[in-house]
């Protein structure tokens, strides 16, 4: 069965530093994409980057970037000089292969960014 | 960017009414539909797939005679919860995907239902 795990349900960071959230899955599939959204207290998702299962190069998308290590199954998330605005839930998300576009989200991770 | 809008962003009913909630793909045609639940604090959980003109397709749990859901068009579809009870109050969000696009899933901004 599919999974995603998001270890840290909390992280801190200081304003203007990197962090680092992960995430790790578990599929059979060979094709799958795999997600990171952010959902702000306003309870909106906002999505951020994707990077599908044959895609050699890790995505980026302005300060976000996916740190994509797939003999480990992992797909942790970068962002760089982190922003008080930045504080907000963040969800790994998983699309099943196949044809099919069903989607399943981790946990979250909390991250608190401080000025 | 594609927006999604649904419709009420809240809404409080008296327990054993039916409240509809929808979700509009504004800008691109939706040929997928997805209704998700949230739990205060907790993750996201989909509880259907919605395709235009055809039966949705429900997760294992997920009551389909009290989660009704039509996917009426390519930019419509509409969730109803029927004779709501306490235990139905949530955050439901819907998401949608572009035709002709099968990575990406746009949300809408989520409607919180609360019966009382």
């Known amino acids: 069965a599919q999974k995603i795990t998001q270890t840290q349900p909390g992280m801190f960071v200081q304003e203007k530093e990197a962090v680092t959230l992960d995430c790790t899955y578990d599929?059979?599939?060979?094709?799958?994409?795999l997600f990171w959204y952010k959902q702000p207290s306003s309870g909106e998702m906002i999505f951020l980057i994707y990077?599908?299962?044959?895609?050699?190069q890790n995505a980026t998308e302005g300060r976000y970037s996916l740190n994509f290590q797939k003999a480990r199954k992992s797909a942790n998330l970068v962002i760089s000089a982190s922003q008080l605005g930045d504080s907000a839930m963040y969800f790994c998300?998983?699309?099943?292969?196949?044809?099919?576009?069903?989607?399943?989200f981790g946990a979250g991770t909390r991250l608190f960014v401080k000025a | 960017g594609a927006v999604v809008s649904q419709h009420p962003s809240r809404v409080i009913c008296k327990s054993g009414t039916s409240v509809k909630i929808e979700c509009r793909s504004l800008?691109?045609?939706?040929?997928?539909m997805f209704w998700y639940r949230q739990f205060p604090k907790k993750s996201l959980m989909l509880m259907a797939t919605?395709?235009?003109?055809?039966?949705?397709?429900?997760e294992q749990g997920v009551e389909k005679d009290k989660f009704l859901i039509n996917h009426a068009s390519l930019t419509l579809s509409t969730l109803t919860v029927t004779s709501a009870h306490p235990e139905d109050s949530s955050f439901y969000i819907c998401?949608?995907?572009?035709?002709?696009?099968?990575?990406?899933?746009?949300f809408g901004p989520g409607t919180r239902l609360l019966v009382l």
């Open positions: 998401s949608a995907m572009m035709a002709l696009s099968g990575e990406t899933q746009y």
């Open positions: 599929t059979s599939d060979q094709s799958y994409g």
């Open positions: 990077q599908g299962s044959y895609d050699e």
């Open positions: 998300a998983m699309r099943e292969g196949g044809g099919g576009f069903k989607t399943i």
């Open positions: 800008d691109f045609q939706a040929t997928t």
């Open positions: 919605s395709n235009e003109g055809s039966k949705a397709t429900y």
